[in-house]
């Protein structure tokens, strides 16, 4: 079992291009979830998808496009970069959203670079 | 809405020494807590929760954190720190009827020997 994989593990973009981080779980999960990471400011939520030919907009989702292309995969995109998406970013998977009212796990993946010159 | 509050952005500790990490919440609901631990390079992990019952939850690895409604904290404790345990760690909250997390903004934990 490799969990939550990502890639790319680094990239450099220049200002107006574009580029696709890729998140595939093998874990059988329903919901998955991308954040941005930034000093100072903990992890905030982009988009999440509760599962499969869903998703919702999380707390930071402008600038960002999302496809859940199956029920392993959930990419984000980024259509013309800007420096102020220089950041970390993770992708997380869990059962589902909720179980009975009780939050289910939420299990990372290592996390994307992205510099944004 | 919810927000977390981590006080602490770095927390310096002696191996073997005992060491607390601090976070507090605001919500207008009841609330579902959790802290994570973020190794240099990693991903976050799940440390422990605290869903409903005892208010007092402990990991695998000697941490423990104690739910405090009338101070509305979720404080995290180890008494005797390792060299491995140094790492971020992150405090989060979810109200109990949605599925969205809110992070602090982390405490940064250095042991040294």
């Known amino acids: 079992n490799a969990g939550v994989t990502q890639t790319p593990k680094f990239q450099v973009l220049k200002t107006g291009q574009s580029m696709t981080l890729q998140c595939a779980q093998d874990?059988?999960?329903?919901?998955m979830y991308w954040y941005r990471q930034d000093p100072g400011m903990g992890l905030r939520l982009i988009y999440y998808s509760a599962s499969e030919g869903t998703t919702d907009k999380g707390e930071v989702p402008n600038g960002y496009n999302v496809s859940r292309l199956n029920k392993r995969e959930f990419s984000l995109r980024l259509e013309s970069a800007a420096p102020s998406q220089t950041s970390v970013y993770f992708c997380?998977?869990?059962?589902?959203?909720?179980?009975?009212?009780?939050?289910?796990?939420?299990?990372f993946g290592p996390g994307t670079r992205l510099l944004v010159l | 809405a919810q927000s977390v509050t981590q006080l602490d952005s770095q927390v310096p500790v002696f191996e073997e020494a005992p060491v607390e990490l601090r976070c507090n919440y605001s919500s207008s609901v009841s609330v579902y807590l959790f802290w994570y631990v973020q190794y240099p390079n990693q991903g976050l992990q799940l440390l422990l929760k605290?869903?409903?019952?005892?208010?007092l939850v402990e990991s695998i690895n000697g941490f423990e954190a104690e739910f405090n409604k009338s101070q509305t904290s979720f404080h995290l404790r180890k008494p005797s720190v390792h060299i491995s345990d140094t790492a971020e760690y992150f405090c989060a909250v979810s109200p109990g009827t949605a599925s969205k997390l809110t992070f602090g903004t982390g405490t940064r934990l250095q042991v040294t020997l």
């Open positions: 874990m059988n999960h329903n919901s």
């Open positions: 997380a998977s869990s059962r589902q959203t909720t179980t009975g009212g009780w939050l289910e796990t939420q299990y």
């Open positions: 605290y869903l409903s019952g005892s208010t």
